[in-house]
T-cell receptor
């Protein structure tokens, strides 16, 4: 398996533009997580899905952020409109259902820069 | 919610020496404590984990200890090597079987092993 795949790896955009980050989880994993990593706030959980359904979105910073998982093999995180303070590395991770394995497998991340 | 604190934020050791990273957690219901290693430009990767029914776990040069009463756990790396240089994160979760494995991460420790 290729692991968790994220695209793009790097994104540079201007303030006010819409940004869409993409994630393909490992096949067979039931859980998908979106994290944001910054120097100031560390690694923060934004939202996670179980079987394509959002379970906990309490970490989503504000209404400008939205996430979807239309099927088991694809998820998006959208920021609209983007702001400079959204600059961060965004990670997607996936894991098996409870009872089998707790390990979360992280993708390589998308480095977002908002000018 | 859960709060995880991690110390130190940076750690410099001489090759061959030991490194110790400590974490404390706030929620006494937490029962799963993984440690992740993040190399430059990559996503975090699980290196070892411990569950609340175990006090210590070892895997070659790394070991983790857990003190449930004091609500703290530690990572020990012995005989450090240059390839151990990375950022290490502790995490905690309360994982009832019916729910997902939502993790709360510590702030991270940047470890530098000097040859």
């Amino acid at each position: 398996d290729a692991g968790v795949i994220q695209s793009p790896r790097h994104e540079v955009t201007e303030m006010g533009q819409e940004v869409t980050l993409r994630c393909k989880p490992i096949s067979g994993h039931d859980y998908l997580f979106w994290y944001r990593q910054t120097m100031m706030r560390g690694l923060e959980l934004l939202i996670y899905f179980n079987n394509n359904v959002p379970i906990d979105d309490s970490g989503m910073p504000e209404d400008r952020f939205s996430a979807k998982m239309p099927n088991a093999s694809f998820s998006t995180l959208k920021i609209q409109p983007s702001e400079p303070r959204d600059s961060a590395v965004y990670f997607c991770a996936s894991s098996f259902r409870p009872g089998s394995d707790n390990e979360q497998f992280f993708g390589p991340g998308t480095r977002l820069t908002v000018l | 919610g859960e709060n995880v604190e991690q110390h130190p934020s940076t750690l410099s050791v001489q090759e061959g020496d030991s490194a110790v990273i400590k974490c404390t957690y706030s929620d006494s219901a937490s029962n799963y404590f993984p440690w992740y290693k993040q190399e430059l430009g990559k996503g975090p990767q699980l290196i070892i984990d411990i569950r609340s029914n175990v006090g210590e776990k070892k895997d070659q040069r790394i070991a983790v200890t857990l003190n449930k009463t004091a609500k703290h756990f530690s990572l020990h790396i012995t005989e450090t090597q240059p390839e151990d240089s990375a950022v290490y994160f502790c995490a905690a979760s309360f994982r009832p079987e019916a729910a997902g494995n939502k993790l709360t991460f510590g702030g991270g420790t940047r470890v530098l092993v000097k040859p």
